[in-house]
């Protein structure tokens, strides 16, 4: 949806609730419970252009004044227009209405808000042509004329006089903007236009908005219309070839904004005047019998001399381009009058450059009035050439100056210069005098320097002057002379050219301040009292401020409360930045509470993003502390954060690592504390504090009991309550071997860590031949992590045995001495891999181990051939060859021979029973083992070649069978054992089925 569906259908809702307002005015929010009565909606400060600020409502020390902010988005040769453009207040801060400041840069319109952030920064509409500058601000709502508003304002601009030859365009525009609350957004609210066909040729112009009000209920908008050099036929007309003068626009459809119809002009309250009267913001005040005057400035002409007839109101209004007119009409009501008729001003040179202003002057006790000041100009160029003098007029446009009636000369100035004039109470309260010389001046004084913005005269002076009727007041030198009723109360040699007056600090004193410019240099003067032997000394005005912009230009100042706190500003603009000077506001920064996950807790090395807003801009660099406290809420220190850190938007997000500096020279695992921003140039104004927050180490304690013994292969289950952990790591190690060996990572949840552990099998520690004696035992290490931060734990004694291997040993019931071990080969499927089993023995009861022999895993048993003289009792281990770590131990008792050189049984029937030959040998040599039938037929081999050891008990068997596997018949048979070393031992078996 688009801005002009928006407008229409908000159309639509206001005509249904029957309710009958300017649409325009739904870009304006309801009213502040107090207007801001310090603002700056004209060029020159005020409806009259007298450059007076508005007070403030509280007393500051100019002393203190400081840059408070500064922008670099509004800057050159503009004039900042001030006043509640957008409908805001401070959070935190209890104000009255802040401001905001408005310029157009080139074709951007900049909003600065009164806290110094940028609030808009946004291109003219591609519609919006030939703008040039803002004028006026206004308050559509007003019906009457007033410094200051009580809703948001609109911006008038003026319009850039545009010819294009290629183009039958006819009509000039200029353009009311407005804020869009609900857009965010710049808009045009209405256009002025005025059809200039009937000035053929010359149909281009400028138009300049200088107020607006409400009128009948109709917005009415006043102009300035300008021709810079119009095409001219002839020296006289009532037709006027070309359009300068006055006009004033009005809203003929109540229920509309722009695109909408255009605001028209009504030519019948058109005023055409013969020369330019576009220099200057006409002045405007409101006069006796409910008057309100205008005065429009005036530069008189070259050749040709044109002379045009007006009736305004039912008066002549006849001027000459050639003449110095005083200018002034009434715009109270709906239409126009004629207030005076145009004034010649005898003025002594050619071109003369005139700027009317209003002045509210009290003329004696409790009687005041309004009188025109006509400052009297020449630029010295173009034809420009005469002596510059200051005129006084009264409201009705009779002089008081310079008139043969009259014995009260006009000020003179110097040859071709421009005059800066303004109107202030500058001698203050009445108990500010001193004898009859200087009687306090009831009222305003008007204040004039003969520089200017436009040109910098070379002997230029800062003059106070009065206008006052009764007795003459005698000078204190030269002896016998006397004030003329409008002459100088004070002057001095300066530099520089008047920007403004104000009541700046609102002493009781009641003295305005002047407000200098001289180049780079701001200067804030103030007049001494009478008393004051410096003033009568010749020193009038002490310098209570200077600021030098240094390499800078100064272009323009205002006055103005921007942030609301009841304070004026200075407003400085230079050809690089804007400027804000006045009052430190305290505490102007508020800290958000730093909180993760809805608390103010944190962990060790956490990222705390602290987040704070500037109210008021103005501090370009902040330091950063955390005061610390101790358990019990006492002060510890204050730790330096960041100095000097970046401090110039709005919101700032500034990081802080929670880190271990947090806890230096401390051994808490806990530390609760509060930042501190504090300005670096103004710290004990300029600070806050945040919530108080905690800091917390890592944590880790264990839930479960650790198990007093382990063996290889079993799951080791820990569970422990954690805090302020993203991960665990574990580690184990030996004890009494370094280096430690990871197990992996813990599964964490809901503050919980589970750690799931198989003991591995620890070959570097077990080995077949190791003592039962020796116990091994391991350290568990849990290494916490936190944001890059880590912690360590340790847990230790927890014993560490092999998996038992599981075997079993044949029980003896025959002659056969020998141990058989079996087993399961499917044990060794599990976690610990192993192919060959080591079979020792320990003769000393498990100190000691001799491996006796290895067997294949597959092969599922073991059979020892014991030693002739072993000892009864003996300790038999199976141990894993490859891993040490899968092994078991069995006591085992008889086993010691008996038998010996045997052959049981003996006869034997082999369908129930084996032959066991039991036998040793004196050596260790090669045997052979053979069945002989009685006829010395070899039966069956036992043995062929079979190596022996000497001393070691072996059983052969014999089942009975012939060599093809068939029995052997029932009788006699001999069992022939052959030695090596050709010894031969023969022995008898008998065979019975």
């Given at each position: 949806?688009?801005?002009?569906?928006?407008?229409?259908?908000?159309?639509?809702?206001?005509?249904?609730?029957?309710?009958?307002?300017?649409?325009?005015?739904?870009?304006?929010?309801?009213?502040?419970?107090?207007?801001?009565?310090?603002?700056?909606?004209?060029?020159?400060?005020?409806?009259?252009?007298?450059?007076?600020?508005?007070?403030?409502?509280?007393?500051?020390?100019?002393?203190?004044?400081?840059?408070?902010?500064?922008?670099?988005?509004?800057?050159?040769?503009?004039?900042?227009?001030?006043?509640?453009?957008?409908?805001?207040?401070?959070?935190?801060?209890?104000?009255?209405?802040?401001?905001?400041?408005?310029?157009?840069?080139?074709?951007?319109?900049?909003?600065?808000?009164?806290?110094?952030?940028?609030?808009?920064?946004?291109?003219?509409?591609?519609?919006?042509?030939?703008?040039?500058?803002?004028?006026?601000?206004?308050?559509?709502?007003?019906?009457?004329?007033?410094?200051?508003?009580?809703?948001?304002?609109?911006?008038?601009?003026?319009?850039?006089?545009?010819?294009?030859?290629?183009?039958?365009?006819?009509?000039?525009?200029?353009?009311?903007?407005?804020?869009?609350?609900?857009?965010?957004?710049?808009?045009?609210?209405?256009?002025?236009?005025?059809?200039?066909?009937?000035?053929?040729?010359?149909?281009?112009?400028?138009?300049?908005?200088?107020?607006?009000?409400?009128?009948?209920?109709?917005?009415?908008?006043?102009?300035?219309?300008?021709?810079?050099?119009?095409?001219?036929?002839?020296?006289?007309?009532?037709?006027?070839?070309?359009?300068?003068?006055?006009?004033?626009?009005?809203?003929?459809?109540?229920?509309?904004?722009?695109?909408?119809?255009?605001?028209?002009?009504?030519?019948?309250?058109?005023?055409?005047?013969?020369?330019?009267?576009?220099?200057?913001?006409?002045?405007?005040?409101?006069?006796?019998?409910?008057?309100?005057?205008?005065?429009?400035?005036?530069?008189?002409?070259?050749?040709?001399?044109?002379?045009?007839?007006?009736?305004?109101?039912?008066?002549?209004?006849?001027?000459?381009?050639?003449?110095?007119?005083?200018?002034?009409?009434?715009?109270?009501?709906?239409?126009?009058?004629?207030?005076?008729?145009?004034?010649?001003?005898?003025?002594?040179?050619?071109?003369?450059?005139?700027?009317?202003?209003?002045?509210?002057?009290?003329?004696?006790?409790?009687?005041?009035?309004?009188?025109?000041?006509?400052?009297?100009?020449?630029?010295?160029?173009?034809?420009?050439?005469?002596?510059?003098?200051?005129?006084?007029?009264?409201?009705?446009?009779?002089?008081?100056?310079?008139?043969?009636?009259?014995?009260?000369?006009?000020?003179?100035?110097?040859?071709?210069?421009?005059?800066?004039?303004?109107?202030?109470?500058?001698?203050?309260?009445?108990?500010?005098?001193?004898?009859?010389?200087?009687?306090?001046?009831?009222?305003?004084?008007?204040?004039?320097?003969?520089?200017?913005?436009?040109?910098?005269?070379?002997?230029?002076?800062?003059?106070?002057?009065?206008?006052?009727?009764?007795?003459?007041?005698?000078?204190?030198?030269?002896?016998?002379?006397?004030?003329?009723?409008?002459?100088?109360?004070?002057?001095?040699?300066?530099?520089?050219?008047?920007?403004?007056?104000?009541?700046?600090?609102?002493?009781?004193?009641?003295?305005?301040?002047?407000?200098?410019?001289?180049?780079?240099?701001?200067?804030?003067?103030?007049?001494?009292?009478?008393?004051?032997?410096?003033?009568?000394?010749?020193?009038?005005?002490?310098?209570?401020?200077?600021?030098?912009?240094?390499?800078?230009?100064?272009?323009?100042?205002?006055?103005?409360?921007?942030?609301?706190?009841?304070?004026?500003?200075?407003?400085?603009?230079?050809?690089?930045?804007?400027?804000?000077?006045?009052?430190?506001?305290?505490?102007?920064?508020?800290?958000?509470?730093?909180?993760?996950?809805?608390?103010?807790?944190?962990?060790?090395?956490?990222?705390?993003?602290?987040?704070?807003?500037?109210?008021?801009?103005?501090?370009?660099?902040?330091?950063?502390?955390?005061?610390?406290?101790?358990?019990?809420?006492?002060?510890?220190?204050?730790?330096?954060?960041?100095?000097?850190?970046?401090?110039?938007?709005?919101?700032?997000?500034?990081?802080?690592?929670?880190?271990?500096?947090?806890?230096?020279?401390?051994?808490?695992?806990?530390?609760?504390?509060?930042?501190?921003?504090?300005?670096?140039?103004?710290?004990?104004?300029?600070?806050?504090?945040?919530?108080?927050?905690?800091?917390?180490?890592?944590?880790?304690?264990?839930?479960?009991?650790?198990?007093?013994?382990?063996?290889?292969?079993?799951?080791?289950?820990?569970?422990?309550?954690?805090?302020?952990?993203?991960?665990?790591?574990?580690?184990?190690?030996?004890?009494?071997?370094?280096?430690?060996?990871?197990?992996?990572?813990?599964d964490i949840n809901s503050g919980q860590a589970d750690f799931n552990f198989i003991i591995p099998c620890f070959s570097d520690i077990f080995d077949c031949g190791?003592?039962?004696?020796?116990?091994?035992?391991?350290?568990?290490?849990?290494?916490?992590?936190?944001?890059?931060?880590?912690?360590?734990?340790?847990?230790?004694?927890?014993?560490?045995?092999?998996?038992?291997?599981?075997?079993?040993?044949?029980?003896?019931?025959?002659?056969?001495?020998?141990?058989?071990?079996?087993?399961?080969?499917?044990?060794?499927?599990?976690?610990?891999?192993?192919?060959?089993?080591?079979?020792?023995?320990?003769?000393?009861?498990?100190?000691?181990?001799?491996?006796?022999?290895?067997?294949?895993?597959?092969?599922?048993?073991?059979?020892?051939?014991?030693?002739?003289?072993?000892?009864?009792?003996?300790?038999?281990?199976?141990?894993?060859?490859?891993?040490?770590?899968?092994?078991?131990?069995?006591?085992?008792?008889?086993?010691?021979?008996?038998?010996?050189?045997?052959?049981?049984?003996?006869?034997?029937?082999?369908?129930?029973?084996?032959?066991?030959?039991?036998?040793?040998?004196?050596?260790?040599?090669?045997?052979?083992?053979?069945?002989?039938?009685?006829?010395?037929?070899?039966?069956?081999?036992?043995?062929?070649?079979?190596?022996?050891?000497?001393?070691?008990?072996?059983?052969?068997?014999?089942?009975?069978?012939?060599?093809?596997?068939?029995?052997?018949?029932?009788?006699?048979?001999?069992?022939?054992?052959?030695?090596?070393?050709?010894?031969?031992?023969?022995?008898?078996?008998?065979?019975?089925?």
């Amino acid at each position: 949806m688009n801005i002009f569906d928006k407008v229409l259908k908000k159309m639509n809702f206001v005509i249904k609730t029957g309710i009958i307002i300017l649409l325009f005015l739904m870009l304006q929010n309801e009213l502040n419970s107090q207007p801001n009565y310090s603002a700056w909606h004209f060029r020159d400060g005020n409806l009259s252009g007298s450059k007076r600020g508005g007070s403030g409502f509280y007393i500051q020390n100019i002393d203190s004044f400081r840059v408070k902010w500064a922008t670099p988005d509004i800057s050159g040769d503009v004039t900042p227009l001030i006043g509640n453009l957008v409908d805001n207040t401070f959070e935190g801060i209890s104000f009255t209405q802040p401001l905001e400041m408005t310029a157009l840069m080139g074709d951007e319109i900049v909003i600065i808000g009164g806290s110094g952030v940028l609030l808009k920064k946004q291109k003219l509409p591609a519609y919006a042509q030939n703008v040039k500058a803002f004028t006026v601000l206004f308050d559509s709502m007003n019906t009457g004329f007033s410094n200051y508003a009580n809703n948001t304002v609109l911006i008038g601009s003026e319009s850039i006089e545009f010819f294009n030859p290629n183009s039958t365009d006819t009509l000039a525009h200029s353009y009311i903007f407005g804020y869009d609350a609900e857009l965010d957004s710049i808009k045009v609210v209405k256009r002025l236009s005025i059809d200039l066909r009937d000035f053929a040729p010359n149909v281009s112009a400028s138009i300049k908005p200088f107020y607006g009000r409400r009128v009948g209920g109709r917005l009415m908008v006043y102009t300035v219309i300008d021709m810079n050099k119009p095409i001219i036929s002839g020296s006289s007309t009532t037709e006027p070839e070309f359009f300068r003068g006055f006009a004033q626009f009005y809203d003929d459809d109540q229920n509309s904004i722009f695109p909408l119809p255009d605001m028209k002009d009504q030519k019948d309250l058109r005023i055409h005047l013969a020369s330019d009267v576009g220099l200057y913001q006409p002045s405007v005040q409101l006069l006796a019998n409910n008057f309100t005057g205008v005065l429009l400035p005036w530069q008189s002409s070259v050749q040709p001399n044109i002379n045009i007839s007006e009736l305004v109101g039912g008066g002549n209004f006849n001027t000459s381009s050639g003449e110095s007119y005083l200018l002034g009409f009434n715009i109270a009501g709906a239409g126009l009058a004629n207030n005076f008729s145009p004034r010649v001003i005898p003025v002594n040179g050619t071109r003369s450059i005139l700027r009317p202003i209003y002045a509210e002057l009290d003329v004696s006790a409790n009687v005041r009035n309004n009188f025109i000041l006509v400052a009297e100009q020449y630029s010295g160029i173009d034809g420009s050439d005469g002596e510059s003098k200051l005129h006084l007029y009264t409201q009705g446009g009779a002089p008081i100056t310079g008139t043969p009636q009259s014995s009260v000369p006009p000020l003179s100035g110097g040859r071709n210069h421009y005059w800066s004039v303004g109107v202030g109470n500058i001698d203050g309260i009445s108990s500010n005098s001193w004898g009859k010389y200087y009687p306090n001046n009831p009222g305003n004084e008007i204040v004039v320097t003969q520089s200017s913005k436009e040109s910098v005269f070379p002997e230029s002076r800062l003059y106070i002057m009065r206008y006052r009727l009764g007795a003459p007041i005698e000078k204190p030198t030269p002896s016998g002379d006397t004030l003329f009723q409008f002459d100088t109360i004070a002057t001095s040699r300066v530099n520089g050219w008047l920007a403004a007056v104000a009541d700046i600090d609102l002493h009781p004193d009641g003295k305005d301040e002047i407000i200098l410019v001289d180049g780079s240099k701001l200067m804030v003067l103030r007049m001494r009292d009478y008393q004051d032997v410096n003033f009568r000394l010749g020193y009038p005005f002490d310098t209570v401020y200077t600021k030098e912009f240094r390499k800078q230009t100064i272009s323009n100042v205002a006055i103005a409360d921007l942030e609301g706190d009841g304070r004026p500003d200075i407003i400085v603009t230079t050809f690089d930045s804007t400027y804000v000077i006045g009052s430190i506001i305290e505490n102007t920064i508020v800290i958000d509470c730093p909180q993760k996950e809805g608390i103010s807790d944190f962990c060790l090395n956490d990222t705390i993003n602290l987040r704070w807003q500037n109210i008021i801009m103005g501090q370009p660099n902040v330091n950063i502390l955390f005061e610390r406290l101790d358990p019990d809420g006492n002060l510890i220190d204050t730790l330096v954060i960041q100095e000097f850190a970046d401090n110039n938007n709005e919101f700032v997000d500034f990081q802080v690592q929670a880190g271990t500096n947090l806890f230096k020279g401390t051994n808490f695992r806990i530390i609760r504390g509060r930042f501190i921003i504090q300005g670096t140039d103004y710290p004990e104004k300029i600070n806050a504090a945040s919530c108080y927050l905690s800091i917390y180490y890592p944590e880790i304690n264990l839930i479960s009991t650790l198990p007093a013994l382990l063996e290889t292969g079993d799951l080791l289950s820990i569970s422990a309550s954690v805090s302020c952990i993203d991960s665990v790591s574990s580690y184990y190690k030996v004890i009494d071997t370094t280096g430690w060996n990871y197990i992996g990572l813990a599964d964490i949840n809901s503050g919980q860590a589970d750690f799931n552990f198989i003991i591995p099998c620890f070959s570097d520690i077990f080995d077949c031949g190791q003592s039962s004696q020796i116990e091994r035992y391991i350290d568990l290490m849990f290494v916490t992590h936190i944001n890059g931060y880590s912690d360590t734990v340790y847990y230790s004694g927890i014993q560490i045995i092999p998996k038992k291997l599981q075997f079993t040993i044949d029980e003896k019931l025959t002659a056969d001495p020998s141990i058989i071990v079996r087993w399961n080969p499917s044990q060794f499927a599990g976690i610990i891999p192993c192919s060959e089993i080591s079979i020792s023995v320990s003769l000393d009861g498990g100190f000691t181990f001799n491996q006796i022999g290895t067997s294949n895993v597959s092969d599922a048993f073991y059979k020892w051939n014991v030693p002739y003289n072993i000892q009864d009792n003996l300790i038999l281990r199976l141990c894993c060859l490859q891993e040490a770590c899968f092994r078991a131990d069995s006591s085992i008792t008889g086993v010691t021979p008996n038998y010996v050189n045997i052959i049981a049984p003996n006869p034997f029937n082999p369908e129930r029973e084996i032959m066991e030959f039991v036998y040793k040998i004196p050596e260790s040599l090669n045997i052979s083992v053979s069945i002989y039938d009685q006829s010395n037929r070899l039966v069956k081999q036992i043995l062929k070649d079979v190596p022996r050891t000497a001393d070691i008990v072996y059983t052969d068997y014999w089942d009975g069978a012939r060599a093809d596997g068939s029995y052997a018949a029932n009788g006699l048979y001999y069992l022939i054992l052959d030695l090596s070393n050709g010894k031969r031992e023969i022995h008898q078996v008998f065979l019975g089925k």
